[in-house]
Antibody, heavy 115, light 110 residues
Framework: EVQLVESGGALVQPGGSLRLSCAASGFTFSISTMNWVRQAPGKGLEWLSYINTVGTAIYYADSVKGRFTISRDNAEKSLYLQMNSLRVEDTAVYFC?????????WGQGTLVTVS | QSAPTQPASVSGSPGQSITISCTGT?????????VSWYQQHPGKAPKLIIH???NRPSGVSSRFSGSKSANTASLTISGLQAEDEADYYC??????????FGTGTTVTVL
């Protein structure tokens, strides 16, 4: 069974940093492209970042470019999101999702509150 | 990158068909075959229901279908059922190699 499990969400002050993790199981992580997507309370989905299988192709939404960094460890079957200079408007549930042109598997999300 | 526009809400009676539009630009929806649709129930993770404009993943009901014309993609739900009441989002690949979600549509079954 495919599983993606996010962790690392917490309450953090504006200007602070946080690192989210996404543990993958049930599929070959090393050949899967991955993404981070977030959803602010009561709002829609927002795509944040993409990383290819080896980390050589990385893209960000303008809203997080320069503040967030996506990375992966294929040996650990894990995806990461380093979030710096956090703002109140970054408060959201953060999902990791597998996919290139679409997102076929999603985690349940981890809540980040900036306040 | 602006989000493709979806109607905020669409409603229908059980058994009816409804269509949700997703209007973008030639730099996203209109420029690529990589349009997908997601269903999200409250408190749950999104679920992929259509990919590459009109393809249904295994296990997704055939009542869901997708299409695209120019800069507008559409999701049709036929034979509307109570369990279809949820939020629906389109998503597209973009000319900047990023991805973008639509504004989202709440479907209500009357």
């Amino acid at each position: 069974e495919v599983q993606l499990v996010e962790s690392g969400g917490a309450l953090v002050q504006p200007g602070g940093s946080l690192r989210l993790s996404c543990a993958a199981s049930g599929f070959t992580f090393s050949i899967s492209t991955m993404n981070w997507v977030r959803q602010a309370p009561g709002k829609g989905l927002e795509w944040l970042s993409y990383i290819n299988t080896v980390g050589t192709a990385i893209y960000y939404a303008d809203s997080v470019k320069g503040r967030f960094t996506i990375s992966r460890d294929n040996a650990e079957k894990s995806l990461y999101l380093q979030m710096n200079s956090l703002r109140v408007e970054d408060t959201a549930v953060y999902f990791c999702a597998r996919g290139l042109s679409h997102f076929d598997y999603w985690g349940q999300g981890t809540l980040v509150t900036v306040s | 990158q602006s989000a493709p526009t979806q109607p905020a809400s669409v409603s229908g009676s059980p058994g009816q068909s409804i269509t949700i539009s997703c209007t973008g630009t030639s730099s996203d929806v209109g420029g690529f075959k990589y349009v997908s649709w997601y269903q999200q129930h409250p408190g749950k993770a999104p679920k992929l229901i259509i990919h590459d404009v009109s393809n249904r993943p295994s296990g997704v009901s055939s009542r869901f279908s997708g299409s695209k014309s120019a800069n507008t993609a559409s999701l049709t739900i036929s034979g509307l059922q109570a369990e279809d009441e949820a939020d629906y989002y389109c998503a597209s690949y973009t000319s900047s190699s990023t991805r973008v979600f639509g504004t989202g549509t709440t479907v209500t079954v009357l």
